[in-house]
């Protein structure tokens, strides 16, 4: 979690030395407010209920195809063995800094400066896991980065993106654990 607060920390720093900008308009798109929200008011309950709902319908379908489909199944039962020792706290910590680090670094600075496609590419390409296996995961990744950044182009803010990629990330994370503890007690009652 540290390297996500320290991450922040520098985006921040650079953002400001390099554009004299303030971290806040890393929040808000360089076509703010966007052309269709001109009539009326920035509700940014709109974006926290988006959010939630987009988070909670990409965690089902996770939490489905785990079940589902073998691909799923063994990513989960390999990155499983990396949560299952962590606390809800520090789960739930993890959630919020590598949400919010990310949305800051990847659609509210990289997408501003090299477009949709270009930042949701990296964000995918960051996202490479050790195995051959597990590429189905950085595949999502690439997916989730488009949703993402065209959430973003559409709401003006990272704030609908930042809290579906937090929902995607808590309960995940907490399943992810959860299943590592379960293994975890397996193996100890099977010696």
Same mark, same amino acid.
């Given at each position: 979690?540290l390297?996500?607060?320290l991450?922040?920390?520098g985006?921040?720093?650079?953002h400001?030395?390099?554009?004299?900008d303030?971290l806040?308009?890393?929040w808000?798109s360089q076509?703010?407010?966007p052309?269709y929200?001109?009539?009326r008011e920035?509700?940014?309950?709109?974006?926290?209920?988006l959010g939630?709902?987009?988070g909670l319908i990409v965690?089902?379908?996770?939490?489905w195809?785990s079940?589902h489909?073998?691909?799923?199944k063994?990513?989960?039962?390999?990155?499983?063995q990396y949560f299952?020792?962590?606390s809800s $706290? %520090?789960?739930? &910590?993890?959630?919020v800094?590598?949400s919010l !680090? +990310?949305?800051?670094?990847?659609r509210?600075w990289?997408?501003?400066?090299?477009?949709?496609a270009?930042a949701?590419?990296i964000?995918?390409?960051l996202?490479i896991?050790?195995?051959?296996?597990?590429w189905?995961w950085?595949?999502s990744?690439?997916?989730?980065?488009?949703t993402f950044g065209a959430?973003?182009?559409?709401?003006?803010?990272?704030?609908?993106?930042?809290?579906?990629?937090f929902t995607?990330?808590?309960?995940?994370?907490h399943a $992810? %654990?959860k299943l &590592?503890?379960?293994?975890?007690?397996?193996? !100890? +009652?099977?010696i």
């Open positions: 979690m390297i996500y607060i991450l922040v920390l985006i921040a720093a650079f400001h030395l390099y554009f004299g303030p806040a308009t890393l808000l076509d703010y407010p052309a929200l001109s009539d920035y509700l940014v309950e709109e974006d926290v209920i939630v709902v987009l965690v089902q379908l996770s939490r195809l079940a489909t073998t691909w799923a063994r990513v989960d039962d390999d990155f499983c299952d020792t962590q $706290l %520090a789960l739930t &910590g993890l959630a800094m590598s !680090s +990310e949305e800051i670094v990847f509210g990289l997408q501003d400066l090299t477009g949709l270009w949701s590419l964000f995918g390409l996202h896991p050790p195995k051959r296996s597990h189905p950085t595949v990744a690439t997916v989730m980065g488009f959430l973003y182009v559409w709401r003006g803010s990272i704030t609908a993106p930042f809290i579906a990629h995607i990330n808590y309960f995940n994370l $992810l %654990a &590592g503890r379960s293994k975890r007690r397996e193996r !100890s +009652e099977s």
